[in-house]
């Protein structure tokens, strides 16, 4: 006897779909560095991805600017003439809830505990490449925007109205 019921099985030759979920960059976004080379190599390889980007060389001049607290992220260097990177933290902490990333070459001890302390998402410590900025300026936007995501599915309660309405929209 042989075994026909069973049915032969064949390999699926084509891999399956494992493309990675799309990464998102925040649509605008400010870096605080004042370095020129490195604050416009940073703002020119965000631009070429599609970003709008912003450059300030100090924190005076972002906090003067017109709208200091709009941007969806922000890319701050610790060792900034004016107001310090960590206190400008604080400063955005109390206005935004945009995505913060350190990227600095201060190395003094508690600089990383200090930092998320103050507020920031994220510590990268120089040198460290312009892709590896770019991955962890999508891996904060993607909480963020999670985040921002939870917050709108959260009951809302209509006092003029006198209505309660549930995460769903009922």
Not at 45 to 57: D, E
Not at 91 to 97: D, K, P, T, V, W
Not at 141 to 156: G, N, P
């Amino acid at each position: 006897d042989t075994d026909l019921a069973r049915p032969a099985v064949q390999a699926d030759p084509s891999p399956p779909d494992v493309r990675p979920r799309e990464q998102v960059l925040p649509a605008t976004l400010t870096i605080v560095e004042d370095d020129a080379d490195y604050r416009e190599f940073l703002a020119q390889h965000l631009r070429q991805q599609g970003v709008r980007v912003r450059t300030f060389a100090d924190s005076n001049h972002l906090l003067a600017d017109a709208d200091p607290f709009g941007d969806a992220f922000y890319v701050i260097d610790l060792m900034l003439p004016g107001v310090g990177g960590e206190e400008l933290i604080r400063i955005l902490r109390l206005r935004s809830e945009a995505g913060v990333l350190v990227v600095t070459g201060k190395v003094e001890a508690g600089v990383f505990e200090n930092v998320l302390s103050a507020g920031a998402d994220m510590h990268l410590a120089k040198p460290v490449s312009l892709e590896q900025i770019s991955l962890a300026i999508r891996a904060v936007y993607r909480r963020v925007v999670r985040q921002r995501s939870d917050v709108q599915r959260a009951w809302q309660i209509d006092a003029d109205r006198q209505r309660l309405t549930s995460p769903d929209g009922e």
